[in-house]
């Protein structure tokens, strides 16, 4: 499809949301990019495009998801182990999470999905270079048969697939066994075509790496390594078990993400203004690490 009939079919999808009702407190996302990728999702089909969109809008009003906190990882520090921890080499937000790291995996899916949109929300945020997706890089080690509820998966495609279409530009499975693979079994079949293509399950670990060089630069690269050695450390040493409170030297490895994200969205965390923003709309803007990091980060403040 040409430029040109690509800035046709927006022109279009725009004329049949114009007057739609939307959330003000939600300003910044009816944008051309985000028409953009809800055709793109629907094969540049208007109208379908059109129904996605205006389902997305009004659970957009209904859920605010701009606003979610994760109120499971407050009660339960360490419940999600879920978290950004860099950028890739195009500016993605890049995601890690290992089942190891969770304290427990009895996790109501309302629960998770509220964490996944909370997420979500803040990596689309962070994005640099004016990118839209995301990468993550999924850890099984630790994975139980509790963890395998097809429930979360088919609630974690359809959220991902109908409300954040386009945001995933990868997702890569490492330390998968005959438990993953038979979970995978009897959920790939009800997984969306153009998402079950943007994952990347190899068998051997050198395949991994050879991802890993491709999208993350070398500080990113150097630090996922090492998280995931350390997460396949038996007893799991405390500072993986407790990632969010980070380390307390100079040095060492930060289980909270690499030292530039660290730099960039924790120790420069603007506090004081998240703390005295009034403005719910201000608010939405800013960047939020992971719900326990932000937490760990405000009782320090208070302390």
Same mark, same amino acid.
């Given at each position: 499809?040409?430029?040109?009939?690509?800035?046709?079919?927006? &022109?279009?999808?725009?004329?049949?949301?114009?007057?739609?009702?939307?959330?003000?407190?939600?300003?910044?996302?009816?944008?051309?990019?985000?028409?953009?990728?809800?055709?793109?999702?629907?094969?540049?089909?208007?109208?379908?495009?059109?129904?996605?969109?205006?389902?997305? *809008?009004?659970?957009?009003?209904?859920? &605010?998801?701009?606003?979610?906190?994760?109120?499971?990882?407050?009660?339960?520090?360490?419940?999600?182990?879920?978290?950004?921890?860099?950028?890739? !080499?195009?500016?993605?937000?890049?995601?890690?999470?290992?089942?190891?790291?969770?304290?427990?995996?009895?996790?109501?899916?309302?629960?998770?999905?509220?964490?996944?949109?909370?997420? *979500?929300? =803040?990596?689309?945020?962070?994005?640099?270079?004016?990118?839209?997706?995301?990468?993550?890089?999924?850890?099984?080690?630790?994975?139980?048969?509790?963890?395998? =509820?097809?429930?979360?998966?088919?609630?974690?495609?359809?959220?991902?697939?109908?409300?954040?279409?386009?945001?995933?530009?990868?997702?890569?499975?490492?330390?998968?066994?005959?438990?993953?693979?038979?979970?995978?079994?009897?959920?790939?079949?009800?997984?969306?075509?153009?998402?079950?293509?943007?994952?990347?399950?190899?068998?051997?670990?050198? &395949?991994?790496?050879?991802?890993?060089?491709?999208?993350?630069?070398?500080? *990113? !690269?150097?630090?996922?390594?090492?998280?995931?050695?350390?997460?396949?450390?038996?007893?799991?040493?405390?500072?993986? !078990?407790?990632?969010?409170?980070?380390?307390?030297?100079?040095?060492?490895?930060?289980?909270?993400?690499?030292?530039?994200?660290?730099?960039?969205?924790?120790?420069?965390?603007?506090? &004081?203004?998240?703390?005295?923003?009034? =403005?719910?709309?201000?608010?939405?803007?800013?960047?939020?690490?992971?719900?326990?990091?932000?937490?760990? *980060?405000?009782?320090?403040?208070?302390?």
């Amino acid at each position: 499809m040409s430029d040109g009939e690509d800035a046709s079919k927006i &022109k279009e999808l725009w004329g049949r949301i114009e007057g739609y009702e939307h959330d003000h407190d939600d300003p910044d996302f009816l944008s051309e990019q985000t028409l953009r990728r809800y055709l793109i999702a629907r094969d540049w089909d208007v109208s379908a495009a059109e129904k996605q969109l205006k389902d997305t *809008l009004q659970w957009r009003r209904e859920t &605010k998801p701009q606003h979610v906190v994760c109120a499971f990882c407050q009660k339960t520090p360490g419940g999600h182990a879920m978290r950004q921890v860099g950028f890739d !080499k195009s500016g993605r937000s890049v995601i890690y999470s290992c089942f190891a790291q969770c304290c427990t995996q009895h996790q109501p899916v309302d629960s998770a999905i509220q964490h996944l949109v909370y997420l *979500l929300e =803040n990596a689309v945020r962070a994005s640099k270079h004016g990118t839209y997706s995301f990468v993550w890089v999924i850890d099984f080690k630790g994975m139980k048969i509790t963890s395998c =509820n097809p429930r979360l998966a088919l609630a974690v495609e359809h959220i991902v697939s109908n409300h954040y279409p386009e945001r995933l530009g990868a997702c890569i499975v490492v330390n998968h066994g005959i438990l993953f693979q038979t979970f995978w079994v009897a959920v790939r079949g009800v997984i969306h075509a153009r998402t079950a293509a943007k994952l990347h399950i190899h068998r051997h670990f050198h &395949k991994v790496e050879e991802d890993f060089t491709e999208l993350f630069p070398d500080e *990113l !690269k150097r630090w996922l390594l090492e998280e995931i050695r350390l997460n396949k450390s038996h007893p799991l040493p405390d500072s993986q !078990k407790t990632f969010w409170k980070g380390i307390s030297g100079l040095e060492g490895h930060d289980p909270r993400g690499c030292d530039s994200y660290i730099r960039e969205h924790v120790d420069n965390f603007p506090i &004081k203004e998240y703390l005295d923003q009034c =403005n719910s709309v201000a608010k939405s803007k800013m960047h939020l690490p992971h719900q326990n990091i932000l937490d760990e *980060l405000l009782q320090k403040q208070n302390s």
